[in-house]
């Protein structure tokens, strides 16, 4: 993955009773449902004496209305702040150092994942810490006062970045009045003006066990994993609802036609362009999205047809399409900086590869077929570090399942030509798009970007 590709996908990318044992698909991974709803996960791997409890909740920005937007950041902040057991800052430090703790979370649009990497040997201690924190939060004012000039200026670092006004106006464009839905970063004044009370709505909705999945990875005995789960957590209480009836996402309104827009920006002389569809999701759509992966995969090899047109030709700096799996509509990106003497010449041929990209011979058996065998190599290569694998899971368990993750090798090889060309012809070839071109003031003022640019 290039440094223009992961700048592009960092801006772009819970009553006491019995438990139910069910096994998923992966050797060394075993799953319980508790009575309250909490699903736990156990990861084993005895490599290295240390362990990673991870707890993950069915939140982000696709609950928030444009009033919250922002706030499921904050609160991810807030978690390692006092509590009822921990009464202050200091309190909550004194014991994470106690127990060896090296802690972080992070909040995307379907998921807020926090998490403790600890040694083995203090796996119950840490676990009963966790479930301090994420049951019995205080939002004291004087640390929110902190806290949200601290998010604040996190956001304003974003801003800085020199893609940002691109991607804030795709976002725009692309998302419309539920912009909100698919903007982690939030709104200054929301995340400023937040209070005590507004974090206690957001736990209240969505914290609940029967909204949470608890992840155990590490040198740990599984079975010892599973009744210290059910002795800590099992008397936090049911919600006795779905947060998502009561209350429900809104659906993505489509995309009807083309949509085009100028970003003028001067904190880079470098253009891009980016290309945007709605495409598929996870509830309506599973076999496109492993499409969508193979697809994207092979088209962003050095390799590739479009590689060549674009970026061996000269005609572009960087070039890459990008897939984002979610639950509610997953976006699918084009992403290219053209070179700045022929920024029209550019535009014309990415428009030229998109048409083509549903011909029968634009990929190659032999580029299907290494796709496929390539993407399964770094997922194994994503596993090697347990502590990362568990984000992997609550990462999936919140957009897709557990199952669509231990099951994506399998499903991906399943891929075949009609698949991939199926993908293009229902979400990107003559769908409606929203296209971005971003220049610097005299780059608009020579190349009159208006005149080409909304033609097509």
């Known amino acids: 993955m290039t440094q223009f590709t992961r ?9 006491l009773g019995t438990v139910r044992a069910q096994e998923v698909p992966a050797g060394n991974t075993q799953f319980k449902k508790l009575a309250n709803g909490l699903e736990v996960l156990v990861v084993k791997d005895n490599t290295v004496p240390l362990v990673t409890i991870e707890i993950a909740c069915r939140n982000g920005s696709f609950t928030e209305t444009d009033d919250y937007n922002g706030l499921s950041h904050l609160y991810e902040h807030l978690f390692f702040k006092a509590n009822k057991d921990y009464p202050s800052y200091e309190h909550f430090t004194n014991k994470s150092n106690e127990l060896d703790i090296n802690s972080n979370a992070r909040t995307r649009e379907e998921v807020v994942n926090y998490y403790f990497t600890l040694p083995a040997a203090n796996l119950k201690e840490g676990m009963k810490f966790m479930n301090s924190a994420i049951r019995y939060p205080k939002f004291a004012k004087a640390e929110m006062t902190k806290e949200n000039e601290i998010v604040n200026a996190e956001f304003t670092r974003h801003e800085s970045s020199p893609v940002f006004a691109l991607m804030e106006a795709n976002s725009r464009h692309m998302w419309g009045a539920n912009y909100s839905r698919k903007n982690v970063i939030g709104n200054h004044e929301v995340i400023l003006s937040a209070t005590p009370a507004k974090m206690d709505s957001i736990q209240a909705k969505y914290y609940w066990p029967n909204n949470t999945i608890l992840v155990i990875a ?40 083309p949509d085009y827009y100028i970003v003028e920006s001067d904190k880079t ?15 309506n759509d599973i076999p496109a999205t492993y499409a969508a992966d193979v697809f994207s995969f092979i088209v962003n090899q050095n390799g590739s047809k479009m590689k060549k047109a674009l970026i061996n030709s000269g005609l572009a700096q960087e070039a890459d399409v990008n897939y984002y799996t979610q639950k509610y509509t997953g976006p699918i990106s084009f992403m290219v900086s053209p070179n700045p003497a022929r920024i029209r010449e550019c535009y014309e041929e990415v428009l030229r590869q998109i048409s083509l990209w549903d011909e029968e011979d634009y990929l190659s058996d032999i580029q299907i077929e290494r796709a496929k065998r390539l993407l399964s190599i770094d997922e194994v290569k994503r596993r090697e570090v347990t502590s990362e694998y568990a984000h992997l899971l609550s990462f999936w368990w919140a957009s897709a399942s557990v199952e669509y993750y231990t099951h994506y090798e399998e499903n991906l090889h399943k891929i075949t030509r009609k698949d991939l060309l199926d993908y293009v012809r229902k979400y990107i070839k003559n769908k409606p798009y929203c296209a971005g071109l971003m220049l610097d003031k005299p780059a608009i003022q020579s190349l009159k970007p208006l005149e080409f640019f909304k033609s097509k």
């Open 7 to 15: 700048l592009f996908a960092t801006l772009f990318l819970m009553c």
């Open 218 to 257: 590490g040198d740990v005995n599984t079975e010892e994993a599973f009744s210290q789960a059910e002795r800590i957590f099992g008397s936090w209480k049911s919600s006795g609802f779905d947060p998502f009836k009561k209350w429900p996402i809104p659906e993505m309104k489509p995309l009807e036609k």
């Open 269 to 283: 002389p470098i253009p891009y362009l980016l290309i945007s569809w709605h495409g598929p999701d996870t509830r």
